[in-house]
């Protein structure tokens, strides 16, 4: 299948500092990426909908300006959290829209674990 | 046994024993539904899909029911194994590529 990838896997970061994950398709073209926050032992909580050359979809709750999403190219999505908090710890990972008849509908990335101290 | 914990309910089963694991949606405009398999750590892997036309879809061992009267899905792992023992998400969408909706998940716990 295909493969998404998230860069890092792990961040620590202090209180006040902005930090960048990023989101790729390594063998696809994705035109619609998915972020989603993930606290322990809860279920995925999607934030936004990353559309490639135009602005994310955010969903309810979630602060536009805090989580910057960008879709620069079509293998290419990054999410950046700005002026980081204790509370923004967490476990963000994206997934990418699969192409037409591939049978799945979004493929997901391995997760970043952002801890702010 | 089933049991409800703070956040995620948790399932406990024997090795070889067949699992069945629960979901109820909300929306009823549903038309995709996805069951997920995640690991510790990890992203959510894919474990198999069913469309709102379908009430039976089974894969590898696997099997998902999808009753769409009382907005409930189920999926039925045969066999279980060790290496099933992971928390399971079921998922919603209005259409498949569409934006998913997470149900709560449970954590499936296999004893050898």
């Known amino acids: 299948g295909a493969v998404v990838s998230q860069h890092p896997s792990r961040v620590i970061c202090k209180s006040g500092t902005s930090v960048k994950i990023e989101c790729r398709s390594l063998?696809?073209?994705?035109?619609?990426m998915f972020w989603y926050r993930q606290f322990p032992k809860q279920s995925l909580m999607l934030m936004a909908t990353?559309?490639?050359?135009?602005?994310?979809?955010?969903e309810q709750g979630v602060e536009k300006d805090k989580f910057l999403i960008n879709h620069a190219s079509l293998t290419l999505s990054t999410l950046t959290v700005t002026s980081a908090h204790p509370e923004d710890s967490s476990f963000y990972i994206c997934?990418?829209?699969?192409?037409?008849?591939?049978?799945?509908?979004?493929?997901f990335g391995p997760g970043t674990r952002l801890l702010v101290l | 046994g089933e049991s409800v914990g703070l956040h995620l309910p948790t399932l406990s089963v024997q090795e070889g024993d067949n699992s069945i694991i629960n979901c109820a949606y909300s929306?009823?405009?549903?038309?995709?539904f996805i069951w997920y398999k995640q690991e510790s750590g990890k992203g959510p892997q894919f474990i198999i899909d069913?469309?709102?036309?379908?009430d039976k879809r089974q894969g590898q061992r696997v099997t998902v029911l999808l009753n769409k009267t009382v907005k409930h899905l189920s999926l039925q792992i045969a066999a279980t194994q060790p290496g099933d023992s992971a928390v399971y998400f079921c998922?919603?969408?209005?259409?498949?590529?569409?934006?998913?909706?997470f149900g709560q998940g449970t954590e499936l716990s296999v004893k050898p």
């Open positions: 997934s990418a829209r699969a192409p037409t008849g591939s049978g799945e509908t979004q493929y």
């Open positions: 063998d696809f073209q994705a035109t619609t």
């Open positions: 990353s559309n490639e050359g135009s602005k994310a979809t955010y």
């Open positions: 929306n009823s405009a549903s038309d995709y």
């Open positions: 069913i469309r709102s036309n379908m």
């Open positions: 998922a919603e969408s209005a259409s498949q590529g569409g934006k998913l909706i």
